[in-house]
């Protein structure tokens, strides 16, 4: 059976201090199975690996931001921390260019063992500045998987820097979950959320796709900013943006995880 898919299903986001705001909508993503994407490519009409299409995945737009293949730079990264999945599987869930556009706000990478037992994530997250910086969290066989890591990166303009995040994930089978809550002086102040069904990867689901969602590239990005537009017309004031992490990487070395990023790294956190 093909471990990749499609998932259709919602973004809720919700911020609760010092503004209440939330808003709600309907995407799909795309479950990849990163050895089955030229295979995929060769199989579907409507999808393409590193070539223009309704549909299609480019290696660049992930990891390093070079055109190589992505599943190596991923191993590297587990290898450099000291993660071993040996011959396993590494399935991304992310959004796919539609007609050539994309903007993925978080990609997930769950890392599996030759015994298909979830050995790490790694959330890897863009901002619309672009620029790039991924949290690698081992796990354990409890589900649902739940990690916590000080936040290192500048993502919204309206969120202070000096927060933390608190994964809660559901790994990808009929159903998948992704729940983030950012607290700030240990208050919950924000939760974004992506719950989704699963939905066989091939012509005819990714056709009913495009007709479900339409433009849903154009839909995200512009949400994006229509939703600042919305937050600062109720007050929010614009925080300064640090310069971003030297290291790509952020670890957290269990489920109440502490960030291993340098001295260094930590100071951008007060900019």
């Known amino acids: 059976m093909s471990l990749s898919a499609l998932y ?7 911020r609760m201090h010092p503004r209440v705001h939330r808003f709600r909508y309907g995407v799909m993503s795309l479950l990849l199975d990163l050895d089955q994407v030229d295979e995929l490519h060769h199989q579907l009409r409507l999808f393409s690996h590193n070539r223009f ?3 299609a995945f480019y290696d660049r737009d992930h990891g390093n931001g070079t055109p ?3 599943k190596p730079q991923i191993l590297r990264q587990l290898e450099q921390h000291d993660i071993d999945i040996d011959d396993g599987k590494i399935l991304l869930l992310c959004y796919p260019r539609i007609l050539g556009f994309v903007f993925n706000p978080l990609s997930v990478y769950y890392c599996y063992d030759s015994n298909a037992n979830l ?3 790694l959330y890897e997250v863009s901002n619309t500045f672009g620029q790039r910086h991924s949290y690698l969290l081992p796990t354990s066989s409890t589900l649902p998987v739940q990690h916590s890591v000080d936040k290192c990166f500048y993502v919204s ?3 202070p820097m000096r927060c933390r995040y608190h994964f809660q994930m559901q790994p990808p089978g009929p159903r998948i ?7 700030h002086h240990q208050q919950p102040i924000f939760r974004a959320s992506f719950s989704g069904v699963r939905r066989p990867l091939c012509d005819r689901t990714l056709l009913q796709a495009c007709l479900r969602y339409p433009l849903m590239t ?3 990005i512009a949400g994006i900013h229509w939703e600042a537009v919305r ?3 109720k007050g929010m004031r614009i925080q300064p943006r640090p310069a971003p992490p030297a290291a790509p990487i952020t670890l957290a070395c269990t489920a109440q995880a502490r960030s291993t990023e340098s001295h260094g790294d930590r100071r951008h956190e007060t900019h």
């Open 157 to 159: 303009p309206f969120m």
């Open 68 to 70: 190589g293949k992505l």
């Open 177 to 183: 979950g992704v729940q983030i809550e950012q607290s």
């Open 8 to 14: 259709f299903g919602h973004v809720f986001h919700h």
């Open 53 to 55: 299409n309704l549909y």
């Open 231 to 233: 937050l600062w017309c």
């Open 119 to 121: 050995r790490a994530i």
């Open 218 to 220: 154009l839909k995200v």
